[in-house]
């Protein structure tokens, strides 16, 4: 299984100058939630934005063209492509974070979609997609109210692949 996570805005927007384009304590600890106990998959860009941090409890994979990549990180695993993204997650649930070009190459492939829409429109330079409502089906939702640590209201959104049309 491959299930996507990631949080965007209004507009699709999800990066702005290689970082997040808000800071949204609740969806951090949405996302924790998530990927507890799981395999993290994640782009080179994305990698690096966090400060190349390897989160707690979490194992990171980390994709690249770059053959020698990661080899100062002892508890990081580094693939190449998507077939090497594939191959993993037929071992394992694996969970995608990012970031555009990640989520963009593996898309044909993802089954499950956990996306938080900020209900605020922001500064971006790395935006996705609309789910295709097509080939995807929201299964389960909770808004969010902003609050005083959190200043933009948002979306959970858990979405799953329709089983008859895969063809992306
Ligand atoms: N809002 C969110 O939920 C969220 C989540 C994650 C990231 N972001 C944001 O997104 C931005 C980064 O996204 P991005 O699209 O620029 O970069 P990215 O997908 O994180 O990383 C791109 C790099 O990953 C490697 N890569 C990606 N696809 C590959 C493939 N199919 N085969 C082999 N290598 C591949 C390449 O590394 P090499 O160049 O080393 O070969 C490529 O340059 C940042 O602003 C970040 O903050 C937002």
């Known amino acids: 299984m491959i299930t996507f996570i990631y949080a965007q805005d209004m507009n699709g927007g999800i990066g702005y100058q ?3 384009p808000w800071y949204l304590p609740n969806d951090l600890k949405h996302f924790k939630r998530e990927t507890m106990g799981h395999t993290i998959v994640m782009g080179r860009k994305t990698f690096e934005s966090m400060g190349q941090r390897l989160l707690p409890g979490r194992r990171s994979v980390v994709v690249t063209r770059q ?4 080899e ?6 580094v693939l190449h492509d998507v077939q090497d ?3 993993l997650a037929q071992q394992e649930d694996i969970f995608i974070i990012g970031g555009a070009e990640l989520f963009k190459a593996v898309w044909p492939y993802v089954d499950r979609i956990i996306r938080t829409v900020i209900l605020e429109d922001f500064p971006a330079d ?5 789910i295709d409502e097509v ?3 929201i299964i389960e939702k909770k808004y969010i ?5 959190n200043a933009y209201s948002h979306e959970y959104q858990w979405w799953i692949r329709n ?6």
């Open 18 to 20: 290689n970082n997040l």
């Open 67 to 70: 053959l020698n990549y990661g």
């Open 72 to 77: 100062a990180f002892e508890d990081l695993t």
């Open 85 to 87: 993204v594939l191959q």
């Open 126 to 130: 790395i935006y996705l997609p609309e």
């Open 135 to 137: 080939k995807f089906t």
């Open 145 to 149: 109210d902003k609050d005083k640590d």
């Open 163 to 168: 089983e008859e049309v895969r063809d992306d």
